[in-house]
């Protein structure tokens, strides 16, 4: 009777290509978020720039509105990789 209860009590081992797909799956989605991170800085760095020789305002807040966006795709997509 323990061998039955101990083979249901103990979680189901991944095959060779689900494991496989589970890391892969993980994979993508770390890359996909250090790009992301990536461009938020090359956004942010193109805010300062012009926020530095004087540009339209409204340029400047697009850029940083733009890197925000970058920046939180880059940690929803870094939290997807931990769930997956």
Do not use: C, Y
């Not at 060779?16 to 991170?37: K, N, S, Y």
């Not at 004087?54 to 997509?77: E, M, Y």
Request: positive net charge; aromatic residues 14%; charged residues 15%.
């Amino acid at each position: 009777m323990s061998t039955v209860a101990s083979a249901t009590a103990a979680p189901q081992q991944q095959g060779g290509f689900r494991r496989f797909w589970r890391a892969l799956r993980q994979l993508f989605h770390e890359i996909t978020g250090a790009v992301f991170g990536v461009l938020a800085l090359g956004w942010l760095n193109a805010a300062l720039r012009a926020w530095t020789r004087d540009a339209a305002r409204w340029l400047v807040g697009l850029a940083v509105a733009i890197a925000l966006l970058f920046v939180f795709f880059a940690v929803t997509s870094f939290r997807k990789s931990r769930k997956a």
